[in-house]
Nanobody, 121 residues
Framework: QRQLVESGGGSVQAGGSLRLSCAAS??????MGWFRQAPGKEREGVAA????????YYVDSVKGRFTISQDNAQATLYLQMSSLKPADTAMYYC????????????????WGQGTQVTVSP
């Protein structure tokens, strides 16, 4: 049974850090991504990674602050988030079989249930 299960969300003050994890059982993890959705806004791509070449992609607003990585042996995707801002507050979703156009993660075929990140001023 294939599953994507996120963890690691929580509440943090601005400037703090969090690391999100996504346990990806049953997936090849060839193209994985993190997306987020804030209340009243559309889901947006945050970061993506292609396993073959290790290429990574980030939306401009998180470049230099977030790092996507994966551990294939553990079948786990990570998102290290630093220098967090209130604007980063959202539900964060892990995705599998994701598509990147230019430098922007556009969407994924499969999604987890999400983990909430709240950043206070």
């Amino acid at each position: 049974q294939r599953q994507l299960v996120e963890s690691g969300g929580g509440s943090v003050q601005a400037g703090g850090s969090l690391r999100l994890s996504c346990a990806a059982s049953g997936y090849t993890m060839y193209s994985m991504g993190w997306f987020r959705q804030a209340p009243g806004k559309e889901r947006e791509g945050v970061a993506a990674i292609y396993a073959a070449g290790g290429d990574t992609y980030y939306v401009d607003s998180v470049k230099g602050r977030f790092t996507i990585s994966q551990d294939n042996a553990q079948a786990t995707l990570y998102l290290q988030m630093s220098s967090l801002k209130p604007a980063d507050t959202a539900m964060y979703y892990c995705g599998a079989d994701c598509t990147v156009v230019g430098d922007l993660p556009l969407g994924c075929a499969y999604w987890g249930q999400g983990t909430q990140v709240t950043v206070s001023p």
